[in-house]
């Protein structure tokens, strides 16, 4: 479970979290909704531990991890899908998986063969460079070395831009799995159909804050008129 209570965080002289509360519970997929600029990915990156709060606390499991590196909440299981996904272009798809490897607590040495199982793409194109694949497999790339990690809490930062309607279904399904398995997973989203498909949980953002949350069933029109349309 994660719990974010009451985050500031600014740009300089610039405020880009104003009191953000957010829970992400274990075995759901919570959407963190708004539109461009509101402070989606900046919220990602506090998580993640790049960038640091003025104040607020982050509890993954009752720990609160301010003030702990990026690679120790890594360790402790928070795994983050970076949005543009930021694989390694020149390394091969198995070597930017076994970058993932050094966030596992387990100690793995070799890529689980339960990722390739996942993304079969990935196996097919195992020795192929990253920069050689297509937007979606370079995004399934992305999922699949965070799970690597076998991560607790997996942040996912607007997985489905700019990627074709089948591989965002079968990155919903995958999502949906891993939450089943009691994975906490906390997808920043605008695309609502597919937040409508597969979230359980949302928080909608503007101007830094959460303005609306509730279960995605009570995602109301209004809602999305006033903060999420365009
Ligand atoms: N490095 C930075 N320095 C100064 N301001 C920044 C920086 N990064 C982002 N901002 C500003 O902070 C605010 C929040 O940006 P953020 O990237 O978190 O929004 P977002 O909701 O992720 O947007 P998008 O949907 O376009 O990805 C914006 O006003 C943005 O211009
Ligand atoms: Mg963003």
Request: charged share 20%; net charge neutral.
């Given at each position: 479970?994660?719990?974010?209570?009451?985050l500031n965080f600014a740009?300089?002289?610039?405020t880009a979290l104003?009191?953000?509360?957010?829970?992400?519970?274990?075995?759901?997929?919570?959407?963190?909704?708004?539109?461009?600029?509101?402070?989606?990915?900046?919220?990602?990156?506090n998580?993640?531990?790049?960038?640091k709060p003025a104040s607020g606390?982050?509890?993954?499991?009752?720990?609160?991890?301010?003030?702990?590196?990026?690679?120790?909440?890594?360790?402790?299981?928070?795994?983050?899908?970076?949005?543009?996904?930021?694989?390694?272009?020149?390394?091969?798809?198995?070597?930017?998986?076994?970058?993932?490897?050094?966030?596992?607590?387990?100690?793995?040495?070799?890529?689980?063969?339960?990722?390739?199982?996942?993304?079969?793409?990935?196996?097919?194109?195992?020795?192929?460079?990253?920069?050689?694949?297509?937007?979606?497999?370079?995004?399934?790339?992305?999922?699949?070395?965070?799970?690597?990690?076998?991560?607790?809490?997996?942040?996912?930062?607007?997985?489905?831009?700019?990627?074709?309607?089948?591989?965002?279904?079968?990155?919903?399904?995958?999502?949906?799995?891993?939450?089943?398995?009691?994975?906490?997973?906390?997808?920043?989203?605008?695309?609502?159909?597919?937040?409508?498909?597969?979230?359980?949980?949302?928080?909608?953002?503007?101007?830094?804050?959460?303005?609306?949350?509730?279960?995605?069933?009570?995602?109301?029109?209004?809602?999305?008129?006033?903060?999420?349309?365009?």
């Open positions: 479970m994660l719990t974010i209570s009451n740009y300089g002289g610039v104003t009191d953000v509360s957010l829970q992400a519970p274990a075995g759901a997929i919570t959407c963190v909704m708004g539109r461009n600029g509101v402070g989606k990915t900046t919220l990602m990156q998580i993640m531990g790049l960038l606390s982050i509890g993954l499991d009752g720990v609160d991890q301010v003030g702990r590196a990026a690679s120790a909440r890594a360790k402790s299981g928070i795994a983050l899908v970076p949005q543009g996904r930021m694989i390694f272009p020149k390394l091969t798809v198995e070597e930017n998986l076994r970058v993932g490897l050094q966030a596992n607590p387990n100690g793995l040495k070799a890529v689980p063969e339960r990722v390739y199982e996942t993304f079969p793409i990935l196996k097919e194109f195992v020795a192929r460079k990253g920069g050689d694949l297509s937007g979606g497999q370079q995004q399934q790339l992305a999922i699949a070395r965070a799970m690597v990690g076998e991560p607790k809490v997996m942040l996912l930062d607007e997985p489905t831009e700019g990627i074709q309607p089948n591989i965002i279904q079968e990155i919903g399904r995958v999502l949906k799995t891993l939450a089943s398995e009691g994975m906490a997973v906390v997808l920043v989203e605008q695309y609502l159909d597919f937040v409508k498909e597969f979230g359980d949980g949302f928080a909608v953002m503007n101007r830094g804050a959460v303005v609306a949350r509730g279960a995605i069933a009570e995602l109301s029109a209004e809602i999305e008129r006033d903060y999420l349309g365009v």
